[in-house]
């Protein structure tokens, strides 16, 4: 029996996620299945399953659904934002930074990050940690950036857009020019996803967690009931291991890759495993919780784990390994392609 097989054989409360293209940039996270984006859909079933993909969308609702959101803004890298929900204007749970060519993620946590952002997504520039807008070596630091009076077709924002520029407007017809106070903000948490080493183990990232170690890693492993487009793609799978201080490794999270071009692939997260690491970390008073739910014979509500501040790191990291992952197959793919046209360039021009 292989690893997954024996992780939902001996667990029973697994939350199943389908992690999908939304447009260009973004990524939907949801319990539901979208016939429309499976492998292999066939377009003359469209209209007899719509009805059903619409009342599933309608009754995600925010508690169950994640989106990652990718702002848009020329000459600029602002982070992704994680939200609860099924749509780029959920409740904004972390920032997500990345490096160059992958080598580090940076997941910030803040209490009034709903207040921090604009309905860009990004932060805002009077919310900026420094004067200077620089967040150096400090990793709760936040970048800001300022709305320019122009925006280029593509760009996230465009109504707040065009509100801020008729404001500007007015204020300077009133001759009254006003510069909103600076009112510096930070994250409350920040935890960095590493490349734990590109040469020796180029699918293995580790961070640590209220003394927990954390690490994803490459995995041939899937669930014998998984579709044909796991067999295909044998090494773009992931899991997710935990080992607290005192205690055994456990699998948390298993990622299988899908061939879908509209699907990056099926997340699972073992809930079993996450109530064990809080009850051991004690978060939020969740064991307590736990504690009298299991004592007076009640199901733990499963909101409750969702809230907790490792069940959002798990499903973070998670979202930066599988597009990570994917802009990395991308970008060999891109390579790969440039050199064989180079090549039939070089060939047809020796004839």
């Given amino acids: 029996m292989s690893t997954i097989e024996e992780a939902l054989a001996s667990r029973n409360r ?23 984006k499976e492998w292999g859909y066939n377009r003359r079933r469209r209209n007899s399953q719509i009805e059903d993909r619409t009342y599933h969308q309608r009754e995600c609702g925010d508690s169950n659904s994640y989106f990652l959101h990718k702002p848009s803004l020329l000459f600029r890298d602002p982070p992704r934002t994680l939200r609860r929900g099924n749509c780029k204007n959920g409740t904004p749970l972390c920032l997500i930074n990345n490096k160059a060519f992958w080598r580090e993620w940076s997941i910030q946590f803040s209490s009034n990050l709903e207040d921090i952002l604009d309905p860009r997504g990004i932060v805002k ?21 300022k709305v320019r009076t122009w925006r280029v077709w593509g760009e996230s924002g465009g109504e707040y857009h065009r509100r801020v ?4 407007k007015a204020v300077r017809e009133e001759g009254i ?17 590493k490349w734990t080493s590109p040469m020796r183990n180029a699918r293995r990232y580790h961070f640590e967690y209220a ?15 998984d579709n044909i487009s796991a067999k295909l793609m ?48 004690c978060e939020n008073g969740f064991a307590t919780r736990q504690a009298v739910a299991h004592k007076l014979g009640e199901t733990p509500q499963e909101s409750d784990l969702k809230a907790t501040r490792i069940h959002e790191l798990i499903m973070a990291t998670a979202m930066c390994m599988i597009v990570g992952e994917w802009e990395k197959r991308m970008a060999i793919w891109s390579i790969m392609m440039l050199i064989v046209t180079i090549g039939n360039g070089m060939n047809i021009a020796n004839i």
Avoid: C
Avoid at 18 to 29: C, K, Q
Avoid at 211 to 225: C, K
Avoid at 243 to 270: C, I, R
């Fill in 14 to 36: 697994v939350s199943e996620y389908h992690v999908y293209h939304e447009g260009m940039d973004h990524v939907a996270i949801t319990p539901f299945l979208d016939p429309t």
């Fill in 234 to 281: 044998p090494l773009n799978h992931l899991k997710l291991i935990a080992q607290p201080t005192h205690g055994e490794k456990m699998l948390v999270a298993h990622y299988v890759s899908d061939f879908s071009s509209k699907k990056f692939g099926k997340l699972l997260v073992f809930d079993s495993a996450v109530t064990r690491l809080l009850e051991d970390t």
């Fill in 211 to 225: 003394g927990i170690r954390f690490w994803w890693e490459g995995t041939r492993d899937f669930h014998a009931m």
């Fill in 165 to 168: 520029n008729a404001r500007r």
């Fill in 177 to 193: 020019e006003k510069t909103p106070a600076h009112e510096p903000a930070f994250a409350d948490e920040s935890v960095k996803l």
């Fill in 125 to 145: 520039w009077e919310h900026r940690s420094k004067p200077n807008n620089e967040t150096g070596k400090n990793d709760y630091a936040l970048k800001g950036h």
